[in-house]
């Protein structure tokens, strides 16, 4: 009854809130769910035509299949297993066909690769989408592509070319860590620091540097510095003012039981406000499951 969700700091790409009243079991479901079971694009088969560069075919589509990919996996359906064949409503095709050459107008005495040759550094920026079927009535505003257009793919020279055909599909990261949708996402207890008698001066000062920035602060009360807990949460449990003989006995460490810190940060292909929320409409579908069942088992 008293759980509750506050949004603390929210950028792109990055989100950090709290989950306060809820059991551990729970919040570790929903790290793990975010970090599994949310459902992304990525490449999953790659068509080698050519390639003629210093990186082996299995490699390179390793390194492809890794790409975040910007396209809305909510828009698509999971692949049947043993299709080869992909459909427009469940693959994404993309294409990248480049070829490396000398420059004609590079100086002679230069030995600097980006003046010598055109093309010698292959980017993500050259995957294009090359749409399936009716893909493009069907997402006539769509702008399917990598989410960074500066990831070094492989490196060139003259004569050399890469000319491949990628399918993307919807998968999960229980399947392969490609589809994994967030970079990271952790939780931590909230830190919970007790000031067990007044600390001042000289001593206040010494417990402000055993803990992080802003976590500590010192006042002026009636000419005297007097330690006082800021902000708890900037703390990261460092322990370091049990070092010090003359403050151990004075400072409490805790954690708040049932008060998560939550830290989201996605690849790109999904806003993390999105990603929670996917995240907990998976957890609401899991409990629902788990409801059902117990209500078909017949009671003795």
């Known amino acids: 009854q008293a759980f509750r969700v506050d949004i603390i700091r929210e950028e792109e790409g990055a989100l950090e809130f709290d989950m306060v009243g809820i059991d551990a079991a729970i919040a570790n479901a929903f790290r ?19 390639n003629t560069s210093i990186v082996q075919d299995e490699i390179l589509a390793h390194r492809l299949g890794l790409i975040p990919i910007r396209a809305d996996p909510r828009l698509f359906e999971y692949r049947n297993q043993g299709d080869e064949e992909g459909t ?6 993309f294409q990248l066909k480049i070829k490396c050459s000398r420059n004609p107008q590079a100086a002679k005495e230069s030995s ?7 093309n010698h550094k292959v980017y993500s920026k050259h995957m294009t989408w090359v749409p399936l079927g009716n893909q493009t009535d069907l997402f006539p505003e769509a702008d399917f592509r990598p989410v960074h257009d500066d990831i070094l793919i492989a490196l060139l020279r003259p ?12 998968g999960i990261g229980k399947d392969h860590a490609k589809f994994s949708p967030v970079a990271t996402a952790s939780y931590r207890l909230l830190p919970d620091i007790t000031l067990l008698q007044p600390i001042e001066d000289e001593a206040a000062e010494m417990l402000q540097k055993c803990f992080s920035p802003g976590v500590i602060e010192i006042q002026n009360i009636k000419g005297k510095k007097v330690a006082r807990v800021a902000n708890a949460r900037l703390d990261t449990f460092s322990r370091e003012v049990f070092r010090h003989e003359g403050l151990k006995n004075l400072v409490r460490l805790a954690r708040v039981r049932n008060h998560y810190i939550f830290s989201v940060e996605s690849t790109g292909i999904l806003p993390p406000d999105v990603l929670v929320s996917e995240a907990i409409k998976i957890l609401m579908g899991k409990c629902q499951r788990f409801l059902n069942e117990l209500d078909s088992v017949p009671m003795e």
Request: hydrophobic fraction near 45%.
């Open 159 to 170: 004569g050399q070319e890469i000319d491949v055909l990628m399918h993307c599909v919807k």
């Open 88 to 93: 427009e409503i469940d693959t994404l095709q």
């Open 32 to 50: 793990r769910i975010l970090l599994a079971e949310v459902p992304t694009m990525a490449v999953e088969k790659v068509f080698v035509y050519n």
């Open 112 to 118: 600097d690769p980006n003046e010598l040759y055109f």
